[in-house]
């Protein structure tokens, strides 16, 4: 649980280089927090583009439901990040 607190608190910060450091220890990108929520959840609501296309380069789970139902998407939609809602729509037409 350890690792997921700190992998989606770098996600939420931003910080690239200490997820590639955690997924070059083995860390997986699409473990949950106690509240379901990934690092993609957190990119996406902060807003930081570049760890979601670094997500999406690792063919992340981009559907994952939070306890409380909501996707990377929804959180994207609700702090008005159209540009991440952009790439994960773009992502899910691919599939």
Known sequence: MKDV???????????????????????DL??????????????CSEGHKDVVLYLLG????????????FTPIDDATRHGHENIIHLLNKKL???
């Open 5 to 27: 607190m700190a992998l989606c608190w770098a996600a939420s910060q931003g910080d690239i280089d200490e997820i590639q450091r955690m997924v070059a220890n083995g860390v």
């Open 30 to 43: 699409n473990e949950a927090d106690y509240d379901g929520r990934t690092c993609i959840h957190l990119a």
């Open 58 to 69: 690792k063919n992340v789970n981009i559907l994952p439901k939070d306890r409380w139902g």
């Open 93 to 95: 037409e691919e599939k």
